[in-house]
């Protein structure tokens, strides 16, 4: 994989190699590679979105983000999976993917 270093130059990027790694994508509670998913409904769950992401790689957490007063989903969530591979492969794989008539955004944090 190639991601800009911050030099506007690609770099490669390893399997274990995060040195090249924005820290906006790195969840510091668990070490895992957070991925935003915007676009999805606000009755969509967490266990569909797990259903989404799962076969990308080993998934840390996945969060829906609701309205704490009316418990109704906002529309976005995210997927901490613990390999950067297998988040750079939801991306690739996911992003404007349609789902429930809407068109998913996924992404890293910027």
Do not use: C, W
Not at 79 to 85: G, S
């Amino acid at each position: 994989e190639s991601l800009n270093n911050g030099t506007g130059q690609h770099s490669s990027v390893g399997s274990n190699d995060s040195s090249l790694i924005s820290s906006n994508i790195i969840d510091t509670s668990t070490g895992g590679f957070v991925v935003f998913i915007y676009g999805i409904g606000p009755e969509t769950t967490q266990e569909e979105v797990l259903n989404i992401f799962q076969g990308f790689g080993p998934i840390i957490r996945t969060d829906v983000i609701k309205n704490k007063r009316t418990t109704i989903g906002k529309g976005y969530g995210f997927v901490v999976f613990r390999h950067l591979n297998d988040a750079l492969g939801s991306i690739k794989a996911l992003h404007n993917m349609p789902y429930k008539g809407r068109y998913l955004q996924v992404r890293f944090r910027v």
